[in-house]
């Protein structure tokens, strides 16, 4: 399926783009975030921490906090958009 991916701060300098329509066989939101670690070492360790988000990274799901959804289990439906804002950038990701 194709979601965009929205990078705010150092996360669109490690992968060289502040949009991307990304295809994944991904079926969730953790699923996705290792997706995007493993295509793009840059992020590796910044998106993932054990079996939760990276320290304070906000990442949104149609604007949405997936903390507030299912966590990375946040299920992944066609066409989403997902934010992603590191710890150091802050902000909701809302933007």
Known sequence: MRIECIFFGPFRE???LRD????????????????LEAE??????????????????VVTKNK???????????PL??????RLVPSVYGGSGSR
Do not use: I, M, N
Request: negative net charge.
């Open 14 to 16: 490690d992968v060289g």
């Open 20 to 35: 991307l329509e990304y295809e994944t066989d991904a079926v969730t939101a953790g699923e996705l975030l290792a997706d």
């Open 40 to 57: 793009f070492p840059a992020l590796e360790g910044r998106l993932l921490a054990g079996d939760g988000l990276a320290g304070e990274t």
């Open 64 to 74: 949405r906090d997936v903390r507030h959804l299912e966590g990375l289990e946040t």
């Open 77 to 82: 439906e066609e066409g989403d958009v997902f």
